[in-house]
């Protein structure tokens, strides 16, 4: 079989498992965020952290608290990392470095996972797991939360309250993420991810030398780090490693959890406001944004292009040949349209237009299907410009699921939008402009250009993975963009909730004759233009500079 065709195969299988779990776990979904019922664990967590589980928060209620417990958990993550060497678990490593910590901290806190450290030889077993792999989960959880509360703006009608965020919060973390995150890490485990808290050991090399490993509790933090899409390996080389990832079939395993919540949220969403053909509109978005990424991805990758590729037939520099080129640009393609991070193979070997399209799929949004609960909220953002767009083509007030779209909401999704933006060219152009940035380079001209570019695009985003070819482990770029992270998750995530009670507190818009149908082919297309316009007149510049120049040279 070719490697085009075997590619094919690897990626239509993953479309069709999607497919299947769709409804299912959509449906389900819905029903843990709609129920009205709290386990005894959850009553007695609500005990435990002093919370009325039937009182509900209005959008202001529920960002305080998104922002108050994201705060304190970056302050108990970054204090794990500064005592480590005091710590249970620690396998004799010292604290880890201020600037580092803040980063790190911040990273896993805003479901970023960006690593400038190798997991091997900088955390031990008790900060990768009482630290690092918890806000794997609560990260998530939160993303999810945020997601339902604004599904909850668009559903409900004269209502200053989107529901409870401690409530969400732990019905994500213990009814969602935890059951599939066991099971899949048991599959893991099977298929030969190791899971264990031994110490270091030592082995003589067939050279006669000496090499130490540090083992870990893989399988779980492999798990929740796709499940999750959070993307914070054990080790430094991440899921190219054959400790977090040792055969092609474990690669499938992890593409697809890596997909599975994004890609079934739709589902839940039409449930939630009562219309599943506006969830199957929404997904079909997606659909046809991932497919068109993947296939030039795909394209680019095994036409192999640039002259050195070209006279050898084929680039396996930087690929895992355990998967291949067209499986590693398929785990590219779906870490980079979701704000997973995870990588099996190092990107920076990626052809210019290859890795121009990875980075294309984070200025995007990561909304294809993006990350847990931040792809949906962000691909809800989305319809709300289009339909403001349309509104005015036809020259009627805009409506979209029986809500008016005027200018407080389309200033509040505006603002979302133009946060990457500016996050990332600002951050991009200060890296260029100094000479601490520009001294962290292992490239000049346009591929230096397009490394700054990736890392402050990954930081941003709330993506995590890298070009690999940038020296990032300074107190420049740990704090810079450990800032970008911060500012990239919390800024849309209270401009979210806002415009969710915005919409919460609205009457219903009776439908009429000239209400643009958000459920037909005809939106589905808006949507897909309007966000491929939009990208490209934000970033089309700053690409021109970097992969797109190497590219054409």
Partial sequence: MSPAAAGALFIAS???????????????????????????????????????????????????????FSILSILLLYGLQRLQSHLFLSLGMGPVEPALAWNTAVSFVTNTNWQAYAGE???????????????NFLSAAAGLAVAVALVRGFARERSETLGNFWVDLVRGTIRILLPIAFVAA?????????????????????????QTFTPAAAAGQE?????????????????????????????????????????????????????????????????ILAVLAIGVTQWAELGA?????????????????????????????????????????????????????????????????GGVGAGLYGMLILAVITVFVAGLMVGRTPEYLGKRIGTREIKLASLYFLVTPALVLAGTATAMATGTGRSAMLNTGPHGLSEILYAYTSAAANNGSAFAGLGANTAFYNTSLGLCMAFGRFLPIVLVLALAGSL????????????????????????????????????????????????LR
């Avoid at 843990?32 to 002093?50: F, K, P, Q």
């Avoid at 040949?321 to 785990?331: E, I, L, Q, W, Y």
């Fill in 305 to 369: 292009g640039g002259t050195v590729p070209q006279a050898v037939g084929q680039a396996m520099e930087g690929r895992e040949t355990r998967f291949g080129v067209s499986n590693s640009g398929m785990f590219a393609s779906a870490t980079t349209l979701t704000s997973t991070g995870a990588v099996d193979s190092a990107h920076d070997s990626y052809t210019a237009l290859g890795g121009g399209m990875l980075i294309f799929n984070m200025l995007l949004g990561e909304v294809a299907p």
């Fill in 121 to 135: 030889s900088a955390m031990g077993h008790l900060v990768q797991t009482a630290g690092l792999a918890v806000q």
């Fill in 504 to 551: 919460a507190r609205q009457a219903p818009v009776p439908v009429s004759a000239g209400t643009l149908p958000t459920h037909r082919p005809q939106f589905v297309g808006l949507v897909v233009g309007v966000t491929l316009v939009l990208g490209a007149l934000t970033f089309l510049p700053a690409l021109a500079l970097g992969p797109l120049a190497e590219g």
């Fill in 14 to 68: 993953l479309l069709l498992a999607l497919a299947l779990c769709h409804r299912p776990l959509g449906g389900y979904m819905y029903r843990v965020y709609a129920g009205t019922r709290h386990s005894r664990l959850e009553l007695g967590i609500y005990r435990l952290i002093g919370v009325k589980p039937d009182g509900e928060q209005r959008w202001s209620g529920y960002a305080r608290s998104v922002l108050a």
């Fill in 223 to 287: 798990a929740i780090k796709e499940l999750g899409t959070n993307g914070g390996g054990v080790f430094n080389v991440n899921s190219a490693h054959p400790f977090e990832n040792p055969t092609s079939w474990t690669n499938w395993i992890e593409i697809f959890l890596l997909l599975l919540i994004p890609a079934s949220l739709p589902r839940t969403f039409g449930r939630m406001v009562g219309d599943t053909r506006q969830g199957y509109a929404i997904l079909s978005v997606m659909a």
């Fill in 186 to 210: 048991l599959l893991l485990v099977a298929g030969g991810v190791i899971q264990t808290f031994d110490g270091h050991f030592t082995w003589t090399t067939l050279t006669g030398g000496q």
